[in-house]
């Protein structure tokens, strides 16, 4: 058996040492990392979450908002209904910062809340009327007239933006729960 100096010995334990921290080191950035674009994918709505108390009966609601032509109904798969007419809300009705957009799903009964204000506009500041831009429906996509963003999955009960500013800017729509019981829908925080 060969006999290392013990100068060899020390610097091998070295190595191994330095290899060891240099590993935990990637590990530990990777784990940054992994955190970081975690963070980037569910990045918060800018829309604030506004107070919600809200209850419809989905068969009339449309009628009831002035909504009854040009669209499908709530009570039906892919319908729709938009929430903000203050002179058609009761005093106690709490509809989000800048409405709800209530969307029944396209293949099951499940119903969803949004808020109705874009939030690439509302990030923008200004005025509340250009803050709180409403979003219309067009097909089975959300989209905002004044900046382009469209949402192309609210009908499957996803705030992720498609296309336009707020796609490049990675911006949900601000979601709420909503739940049918019988002939009511519900919209709750
Ligand atoms: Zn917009």
């Given at each position: ?119 690439y ?23 905002c007239?004044?900046?382009?963003s ?14 336009g500013?707020a ?23």
């Amino acid at each position: 058996m060969m006999l290392l100096p013990v100068w060899w010995n020390k610097l091998s334990v070295l190595a191994t040492t330095v290899r060891g921290m240099a590993w935990s080191l990637l590990a530990v950035l990777a784990l940054i990392m992994m955190l970081t674009s975690c963070d980037d994918s569910t990045i918060e709505s800018p829309v604030p979450a506004g107070r919600v108390h809200y209850s419809c009966n989905i068969g009339t609601i449309n009628l009831a908002m002035g909504q009854g032509t040009g669209q499908a109904h709530i009570d039906s798969p892919g319908g729709y209904v938009r929430i903000y007419d203050k002179q058609k809300l009761m005093a106690t009705d709490e509809v989000g910062t800048g409405g709800l957009l209530l969307c029944h799903d396209l293949s099951s009964s499940s119903v969803y809340a949004y808020d109705l204000a874009c939030p690439y506009c509302y990030s923008r500041g200004g005025s509340p009327a250009e803050k709180l831009h409403r979003l219309t429906v067009d097909g089975f996509n959300a989209q905002c007239d004044k900046c382009g963003s469209v949402f192309g999955h609210v009908f499957w009960g996803m705030p992720t933006p498609t296309s336009g500013p707020a796609n490049k800017k990675n911006y949900l729509l601000r979601q709420y729960h909503a739940h049918c019981n019988g002939d009511i829908l519900v919209a709750t925080p």
